[in-house]
């Protein structure tokens, strides 16, 4: 195809003209050079009936010129609309080229295209809603609508399994879409074109039936209309006025046909008559409705007042059925202007209406209404750009529509993950549930899902649900199911670590009532209550045998009641929580993130350790200094369960340390310990906590360190002052 060739030039200045003719502001250059782009992208391409497949897009953006103008972006998004899809070029080449804006809107256009191509529509409402929550910019919408009826117009020239493929996808999802967007001409053609290719006998009958009795059919009509305009014209109706008669639509009689069982010959309400008042006045119609229920008697069951009422889609008009001549029901539509090119070009009409309207009305309560009353809540400085581009589609964007490996539709809350997938399709999926590809590409079970996604569950027999997931699933059948596992699992861990428990007492011959064992776990241990115990027992984050043989040498060897030890006890949890909450979590894989997590009480780890993560089951990493004695055996029973973690990086940032302290009671040792402490390095001392018993000094302090190298210095200067026995860290075992 040459682009100097006179019929390409003419083809663009006849669109533009369409362009200058229906909308309000036209980028001359912004559609001369959307036009170039696209020819030049299909120069190669034709379409199944031998015709340059640039055609199509031109086709479609005179559609979207001359039916459903909007604005002059939709139209060059038409030209551009298939280049990505069919070409060598890629969305990415129109952004650089045309903007974020034309890009976006070809690449969901593009999306649509793709799933419906991908997946058979089996739910044909889901698919509708699934749209919906795809689509940000209504011009995505306006663009299918008219790529999708140059595709009807055209339809012959496909295989016939092609055709009714797509023609019941028309049928089900785009003209009852249209419907929804008040394209009701739009809608109209959609689905008698559809009905062409599904039930083309059917459609033959009807519409020789409807040839056949057209010129009776016109005579009536005029028979009907004469009166009318005479009545108007007596009663000196002041605004202009057109009345004529209005096609029946094939699909419709048919489907009045099948709802009433009758033949063609047996419908009495064919003929359909439209009044269309130049007025901006209700008024006017009510007065057009009068003067008609004078003329031909009404039936009043058949009135609908869709004036004072409109539609969900903004179609207003008054609807009434008559008896015309010779008995014959007659459905007159009274409307105006305005309402007529409303109906005709939904939202492209709401627009060209916009201006002067100043009504800022009630909050929309839902998205049908949106369409309709969105365009009278726009303030007058609005410009046209700046409020197509904030006029977005928010209906069904609190809900996700997936795909199953076969194709199979899924409703999710929006937010889901491949978790809360995996347990929608069911719940052994969901506990088994060990990965996930989203589009073929395996992402982290947390991955936030999107509209149009495809999910394949990857599964394994020994996976189980780990207690971060509870974190970040959002539906409640994933948390319930998450949730009454790890109930279960707790209860076994609970359970094995009791026989655990009671097999090591059977072997030492050893007799201890539960009130004498929590006594013995608060004491001896650093747990508060059985429960933990048994736990750590089955965590074999506790040596059985070793705790046995302490509550043995207890047992021989009372010990002095130490209120003293209790209080240290407390005063070293405190510093540990302290400390650690200052850094805001631990770093996973080198990314900090809110991993579910927590802290080995075996080691007390704090920050300035060197520190080692193990995946458990239930309470996600546990955290232990990489110097713990419980790690050697960890590394034998799950070695591959260890992952590396560490502190996050505090930028120079001081982090909290503390050292405990003990010796013989002098005057002026405080004065020298605290002395020596902030000398180095200008160190800074948080908190002091000093007791003396019996002339034994016994303390701790809490101080600001840059590193576990500056800790080190100042607890080996400590320990040089005279008086001073043992210094330590706090949460260090002695």
Not at 234 to 261: C, D, L, Q
Not at 268 to 281: G, Q, T
Not at 582 to 587: F, S, V
Request: proline content about 3%.
């Amino acid at each position: 195809m040459d682009m100097r060739n006179g019929l390409y030039k003419k083809k663009l200045e006849d669109l533009l003209s369409n362009c200058k003719k229906n909308l309000k502001f036209v980028d001359e250059d912004l559609i001369r050079r959307a036009y170039d782009f696209s020819l030049n992208a299909h120069k190669k391409d034709f379409r199944a009936s031998g015709e340059p497949y640039f055609n199509h897009p031109y086709e479609v953006a005179m559609i979207v010129a001359k039916e459903i103008p909007l604005d002059d972006i939709s139209v060059a998004a038409a030209l551009l609309h298939d280049v990505a899809e069919d070409t060598d070029y890629e969305i990415d080449d129109i952004r650089k080229e045309f903007g974020d804006t034309i890009a976006d809107i070809v690449d969901g256009a593009t999306k649509i295209t793709d799933i419906f191509q991908s997946h058979e529509v089996t739910k044909a409402e889901s698919f509708r809603k699934m749209l919906l929550s795809m689509v940000k910019d209504v011009r995505v919408m306006l663009l299918k609508f008219a790529d999708r009826l140059h595709n009807m117009r055209t339809l012959e020239f496909l295989p016939e399994e092609k055709r009714g493929r797509i023609a019941q996808e028309t049928l089900d999802i785009y003209a009852p879409f249209a419907n929804r967007f008040g394209l009701a001409k739009l809608k109209w053609e959609l689905e008698d074109l559809a009905f062409k290719y599904l039930h083309p006998v059917e459609y033959e009958e009807i519409s020789k039936a409807l040839k056949a009795k057209r010129v009776a059919r016109e005579m009536y009509i005029k028979k009907f209309i004469g009166p009318l305009v005479k009545k108007l014209k007596e009663e000196h109706f002041a605004a202009p006025f057109e009345v004529i008669g209005r096609p029946k639509h094939i699909y419709s009689i048919y489907n009045k046909m099948k709802t009433r069982e009758k033949s063609i010959d047996d419908l009495h309400d064919l003929f359909a008559v439209r009044v269309i008042i130049d007025s901006d006045s209700n008024a006017d119609c009510y007065y057009v409705y009068g003067l008609i229920s004078d003329l031909y008697r009404p039936i009043p069951e058949k009135f609908k007042n869709y004036i004072a009422v409109p539609k969900q889609n903004g179609y207003q008009s008054i609807h009434t059925t008559v008896i015309g001549p010779e008995g014959k029901m007659v459905e007159v539509q009274i409307r105006t202007r305005k309402m007529h090119e409303i109906a005709e070009r939904g939202i492209a009409a709401h627009w060209k209406y916009k201006e002067g309207v100043s009504n800022l009305g009630a909050e929309i309560e839902s998205w049908v209404s949106l369409i309709r009353d969105i365009f009278e809540q726009a303030t007058e400085e609005s410009s046209p750009k700046q409020f197509i581009e904030n006029f977005k589609l928010n209906l069904y964007q609190d809900e996700i529509y997936v795909f199953t490996p076969k194709g199979d539709l899924k409703i999710l809350p929006k937010g889901s993950t491949p978790v809360d997938f995996a347990f929608e399709v069911h719940s052994n999926v969901g506990f088994h549930c060990i990965g996930a590809k989203v589009n073929g590409k395996i992402v982290p079970l947390n991955t936030e899902l999107k509209s149009g996604d495809q999910v394949e569950i990857i599964t394994s027999k020994t996976q189980k649900p780990s207690r971060d997931w509870e974190q970040f699933v959002i539906t409640n059948k994933a948390k319930s199911h998450i949730r009454k596992f790890l109930r279960e699992e707790l209860r076994k861990k609970l359970q094995d670590g009791k026989e655990g428990w009671e097999k090591v007492l059977k072997k030492r011959k050893l007799h201890i009532n539960e009130d004498d064992l929590i006594k013995f776990v608060q004491e001896l241990t650093i747990y508060k209550n059985l429960q933990d115990f048994y736990v750590a027992i089955t965590d074999s984050e506790i040596n059985v045998d070793e705790f046995a043989q302490k509550i043995e040498d207890r047992l021989k060897h009372p010990a002095p009641i130490d209120n003293k030890e209790s209080k240290k006890e407390n005063i070293i949890e405190k510093f540990i929580d302290t400390a650690r909450s200052l850094t805001g979590g631990i770093k996973l894989f080198g990314e900090k993130d809110n991993y579910l997590h927590s802290f080995a009480k075996c080691c007390n780890p704090i920050p300035g350790d060197k520190i080692i993560g193990v995946v458990t089951v239930g309470e996600g990493i546990k955290i232990h200094r990489k110097d713990c004695l419980n790690i050697s055996d960890i590394k034998k029973k799950i070695g591959e369960k260890l992952v590396e973690v560490s502190w996050p990086a505090t930028d120079g940032i001081e982090f909290a340390a503390g050292i405990l302290i003990s010796g013989d009671d002098r005057p002026g040792l405080l004065n020298d310990v605290t002395h020596v402490i902030s000398s180095y390095q200008n160190t800074n001392i948080r908190a002091v906590n000093i007791e003396v018993y019996d002339q034994i000094f016994d303390g701790s302090i809490i101080i600001n360190v840059k590193n576990i190298d500056h800790l080190n210095r100042i607890i080996e200067k400590i320990k040089k002052i005279e008086g001073i026995k043992e210094v330590t860290r706090l949460g260090e075992k002695r």
